[in-house]
């Protein structure tokens, strides 16, 4: 009982934040989405390519979340994208009291997209609230379609998933309508996107998606 009195406090206080988070996001008309999945998936692809995709109308930037190392941030920085590194030190995942502390870095007046690219897990990043308006979850090929079931409380978190590296079908025992089954029994709303972030396939979609995410955001600011 008491563990739990101490989790709900935890959760109480960054609740508080990020609510601040998302005022401020507000404030600006940034659109925040939270990316989260396995390590490995293809987050930080995905970010390359869809910076490359996306009209130059839409400013996009990055907190990126990782136990340790800038390799990542590295990455996105090279392919132009404004990014701040978070480091947990060990933690699973990323807090709202981090993407606070992260946004001092950011010129959110010229931001209309960020992205938070969050710890590789699939279990506690779903419980914690950063202040976004969206989360998705990625599930690549190489993974599993069992996966859905596995990890639910993630799955129901979200509001879409992507199924990434689509390139290794027919490479990995992954039964392409198990998975989407999985997860839409899991959470029937989700809206599912099928992609290879390195051969291209599928990106037009998400990239439209995005571009209806940040237009609904302005029209809402």
């Given at each position: 009982?008491?563990?739990?009195?101490?989790?709900?406090?935890?959760?109480?206080?960054?609740?508080m934040?990020?609510a601040?988070?998302?005022?401020?996001?507000?404030?600006?008309?940034?659109?925040?989405?939270?990316?989260?999945?396995?390590?490995?998936?293809?987050?930080?692809?995905?970010?390359?390519?869809?910076?490359?995709?996306?009209?130059?109308?839409?400013?996009?930037?990055?907190?990126?979340?990782?136990?340790?190392?800038?390799?990542?941030?590295?990455?996105?920085?090279?392919?132009?994208?404004?990014?701040?590194?978070?480091?947990?030190?060990?933690?699973?995942?990323?807090?709202?009291?981090?993407?606070?502390?992260?946004?001092?870095?950011?010129?959110?007046?010229?931001?209309?997209?960020?992205?938070?690219?969050?710890?590789g897990?699939?279990?506690?990043?779903?419980?914690?609230?950063l202040?976004?308006?969206?989360?998705?979850?990625?599930?690549?090929i190489?993974?599993?379609?069992?996966?859905?079931?596995?990890?639910?409380?993630?799955?129901?978190?979200?509001?879409?998933?992507?199924?990434s590296?689509?390139?290794?079908?027919?490479?990995c025992?992954?039964?392409?309508?198990?998975?989407?089954?999985?997860?839409?029994?899991?959470?029937?709303?989700?809206?599912?996107?099928?992609?290879?972030?390195?051969?291209?396939?599928?990106?037009?979609?998400?990239?439209?998606?995005?571009?209806?995410?940040?237009?609904?955001?302005?029209k809402?600011?």
């Amino acid at each position: 009982m008491r563990e739990v009195k101490v989790l709900t406090k935890i959760l109480k206080a960054n609740d508080m934040i990020a609510a601040e988070n998302r005022a401020l996001f507000d404030s600006y008309g940034i659109c925040c989405i939270n990316l989260m999945s396995s390590p490995g998936a293809g987050k930080t692809t995905l970010l390359e390519k869809t910076s490359e995709m996306l009209p130059k109308s839409i400013s996009i930037a990055a907190v990126e979340g990782d136990v340790a190392t800038s390799l990542d941030a590295e990455r996105l920085k090279a392919a132009g994208i404004p990014t701040v590194q978070v480091n947990t030190g060990g933690g699973c995942h990323l807090d709202a009291g981090m993407i606070k502390n992260a946004l001092e870095y950011l010129d959110l007046r010229n931001t209309g997209l960020l992205f938070v690219e969050n710890v590789g897990n699939l279990i506690c990043p779903s419980s914690f609230d950063l202040g976004e308006h969206h989360r998705i979850v990625m599930l690549s090929i190489a993974e599993g379609h069992d996966k859905p079931l596995k990890y639910p409380g993630m799955f129901m978190s979200c509001e879409a998933m992507i199924l990434s590296k689509t390139d290794l079908l027919g490479k990995c025992n992954f039964d392409l309508s198990a998975g989407k089954e999985s997860a839409l029994k899991v959470n029937p709303r989700l809206r599912i996107f099928e992609l290879s972030s390195v051969e291209g396939a599928g990106m037009q979609e998400w990239v439209k998606y995005l571009e209806e995410l940040v237009r609904e955001k302005k029209k809402g600011r």
